[in-house]
């Protein structure tokens, strides 16, 4: 089946800095990507919405400039979180299709000290 | 504004006995339904979906239920195990597989053997 591989799995990094994400389907072209954010034991709630070669979407509340999204191929997507605070820490969870079902990453772990 | 709930955030049921988990939305244009099944620090695991023309779907275990009139859904899961202990979310969306999911607020299982 449809496989998206998210990485790193989990990160910790220094306030002020910037992490990047990265979220690839490795055998099928994600026409579409998709990032969301878990806070604990809160929903998964959608960032924003990416097509390959298009700006992203952002939905309402989420800092574009602050979170960086970057989708230069079918299969490749990538979050950068910019001048980290803690309040950013959260798991980010990417999600791809091709119009024919959602596949989810691992997810990613960040923790901003 | 929360377009998908699950209003019991818990629910702990005996081992071999049947698991519901309900799920209400608000947006008429839903037409497409899924639940998943996530682990901390986990990607969401797909478990199974319905279209909005349909009113029951079944695969082993897992059966799901969609009221459009009431506009709610369940998940059955019978007999339930012990490694179905996770925390479920329901998902929705306008157009299957090019728009974004929508999800609720999830619904922690305990299976107790």
């Known amino acids: 089946g449809a496989v998206v591989s998210q990485h790193p799995s989990r990160v910790i990094c220094k306030s002020g800095t910037s992490v990047k994400i990265e979220c690839r389907s490795l055998d099928f072209q994600a026409t579409t990507m998709f990032w969301y954010r878990q806070f604990p034991k809160q929903s998964l709630m959608l960032m924003a919405t990416s097509n390959e070669g298009s700006k992203a979407t952002y939905e309402q509340g989420v800092e574009k400039d602050k979170f960086l999204i970057n989708h230069a191929s079918l299969t490749l997507s990538t979050l950068t979180v910019t001048s980290a605070h803690p309040e950013d820490s959260s798991f980010y969870i990417c999600s791809a299709t091709q119009g024919e079902g959602y596949t989810f990453g691992s997810g990613t772990r960040l923790t901003v000290v | 504004d929360q377009q998908v709930k699950q209003n019991s955030p818990s629910l702990s049921v005996q081992e071999g006995r049947i698991s519901i988990l309900n799920c209400d939305y608000t947006n008429s244009m839903f037409d497409y339904f899924l639940w998943y099944k996530k682990y901390p620090a986990e990607g969401p695991t797909f478990l199974i979906s319905i279209s909005s023309i349909k009113d029951k779907n079944e695969d082993g275990r897992f059966t799901v239920f969609l009221n459009k009139s009431a506009k709610h859904l369940s998940l059955h899961i019978v007999p339930s195990q012990p490694g179905d202990s996770a925390v479920y979310f329901c998902?929705?969306?306008?157009?299957?597989?090019?728009?974004?999911?929508?999800f609720g607020t999830g619904t922690r299982l305990t299976i107790i053997p």
């Open positions: 998902a929705a969306s306008v157009d299957f597989g090019n728009e974004k999911l929508t």
